[in-house]
């Protein structure tokens, strides 16, 4: 069971806006900045979004990052098939003293 | 163009030992100033945060997850550009694909992994 919760899918069609969540806690998220990766299979992950919301050099602003309290979203518009991917939160966990990884959210483009 | 390339991935039997290598190549970054992880996905599986090595100026201080703490180390080198992963008294549930990340400060940067299988 990971410390950061995420929903294990989400779907749209494309052009669509689809939005991902990630929830946290008070020595994580609340206290800690959220990062976003893109998992494609047999690669390794690509940072999306770090510090909250800021976009990782070459990504398009159709992906954005927001955080409210202990929970951070990740919003894609204008969804394009080559986005099915899975998606991973992060965050640093000041209790734990480690990083750690929401469960993850494999995203379908119908 | 920039890279990370992890290295000593490889079928072991429980209880068994191996070493992981990452070295940063043709790298536009200054690799001593860096926080460095490693990253681990099992089969199947989603993330998971196995370590960090910090840089000279925070005293090489290492990090660990409670699932490795005590049979996992990491260490550097800087003169050579490299982080080093040990792994010792394996266990099945370590099998998993070992990514290399230059983690800190952000943007951070993947290497793209070396598989360790530990089956009997």
């Known amino acids: 069971q990971s410390v950061l919760t995420q929903p294990p899918s989400a779907s749209a069609t494309p052009g669509q806006r689809v939005t991902i969540s990630c929830s946290g806690g008070s020595s994580n998220i609340g206290i800690n900045y959220v990062y976003w990766y893109q998992h494609l299979p047999g690669a390794a992950p690509k940072l999306l979004i770090y510090?909250?919301?800021q976009r990782s050099p070459g990504v398009p602003d159709r992906f954005s990052g927001s955080k409210s309290g202990t929970s951070g979203s990740l919003a894609i518009s204008g969804l394009r098939s080559e986005d099915e991917a899975d998606y991973y939160c992060a965050a640093w966990d000041d209790s734990l003293s480690g990083r750690v990884f929401g469960g993850g959210t494999k995203l379908t483009v119908l | 163009e920039a890279q990370l390339v992890e290295t000593g991935g490889g079928l072991v039997q429980p209880g068994g030992s191996l070493r992981l290598s990452c070295v940063a190549s043709e790298i536009a970054f200054t690799f001593s100033d860096h926080y460095m992880d490693w990253v681990r996905q099992g089969p199947g599986k989603g993330l998971e945060w196995v370590g960090r090595?910090?840089?000279?100026?925070?005293?090489?201080?290492?990090d660990y997850a409670p699932s490795v703490k005590g049979r996992f180390t990491i260490s550097r080198d800087d003169s050579s550009d490299s982080v080093y992963l040990q792994l010792n008294s394996l266990k099945i549930e370590d099998t998993a694909v070992y990514y290399c990340?230059?983690?800190?400060?952000?943007?951070?940067?993947w290497g793209p992994g070396t598989r360790v299988t530990v089956s009997s």
């Open positions: 990340v230059r983690a800190y400060p952000p943007p951070d940067f």
């Open positions: 090595i910090r840089n000279r100026a925070n005293n090489y201080n290492t």
């Open positions: 510090r909250n919301d």
